[in-house]
């Protein structure tokens, strides 16, 4: 590679690295989001051996230059568009995973035992259980 | 090498930078997508932006509602040659319609017929993991 090549490759480097650095990380993972996205779609449409006008068809569209932005990495997609293009190609776009909480509460408590005279402590113990399963005090 | 080197997409940049800054960004983080996890896939392209049947010259998909074009040639998934372009508005509507957006076509036209001569005489060729052009003299101007 010659000189002037040499510094124009760096002086290129130079150039699109400051604009890549521009970019921040929130722009860049909405940039993703949305090409994922449209990969996503555009590998169902593969997986149903449709084309684009499968889809339009399905979507009971007459424009394929919708179509053709929505696989496009570029669309700003609204939830029922997505959900829509999930029915039609058998796929959930918006696959949302709860993590089930488990709470483990734990409860303490003291129990006191109040001392009484035998006599009155025999008194007190249950005897039975009722049908209604309520305990029975031979007072 | 005698003479000066032509950096079509280094050309694009500078000259857009300060007017497209937002579409230029949206345009590289596109790319970058694309470089690192996408790759080129051909929904991502207005295909056909040439006038000879799969002469291989095609532009990034427009932003919705933003106007500047890159034209590019698409030998495949893995392989895009970045060209240059110009502002595209809405009152136009087709690249023959403006002489700047008409001269960058062409010019990509015609390293495209350069670029598919060369991989059919095999002065061209696609690595093995189809990531690379390669070949004796790379340079097409």
Redesign the interface.
């Known amino acids: 590679m010659?000189k002037?090549?040499k510094k124009?490759k760096a002086?290129?480097k130079n150039?699109?690295d400051q604009?890549?650095s521009?970019?921040t990380p929130a722009?860049?993972r909405r940039?993703?989001d949305k090409?994922?996205l449209?990969?996503a779609i555009?590998d169902a449409l593969k997986e149903k051996g449709w084309k684009q006008k499968d889809l339009m068809e399905a979507l009971e569209s007459s424009s394929p230059s919708l179509i053709?932005?929505y696989?496009?990495?570029?669309?700003?997609f609204t939830v029922d568009t997505l959900s829509d293009i999930g029915r039609v190609l058998g796929v959930n776009f918006l696959n949302f995973e709860f993590k089930d909480k488990i709470e483990v509460l734990t409860f303490s408590f003291s129990t006191h035992l109040n001392v009484v005279s035998p006599s009155s402590f025999y008194k007190k113990m249950p005897m039975a259980v009722d049908e209604e399963g309520c305990l029975q005090y031979n007072i | 090498m005698d003479g000066p080197t032509k950096q079509l997409f280094n050309d694009f940049l500078e000259e857009y930078q300060s007017g497209y800054e937002n579409e230029l960004m949206n345009m590289i983080g596109r790319l970058k997508n694309m470089g690192n996890t996408n790759a080129a896939k051909e929904e991502y392209f207005r295909l056909d932006e040439g006038l000879d049947w799969n002469d291989l010259v095609c532009a990034l998909f427009d932003i919705p509602e933003k106007f500047l074009r890159l034209y590019c040639i698409r030998i495949s998934e893995q392989i895009v040659i970045l060209g240059n372009g110009g502002p595209k508005p809405k009152y136009i509507r087709a690249w023959q319609d403006d002489p700047r957006l008409t001269k960058e076509v062409n010019e990509m036209m015609e390293y495209s017929r350069i670029i598919r001569t060369k991989l059919e005489n095999m002065d061209f060729r696609i690595t093995s993991d189809g990531l690379h052009l390669e070949g004796k003299n790379l340079r097409l101007i």
């Open positions: 010659s002037i090549e124009h002086t290129n150039l699109l604009m890549l521009k970019i722009e860049q940039i993703d090409m994922n449209a990969a555009i053709s932005k696989l496009s990495g570029t669309h700003n």
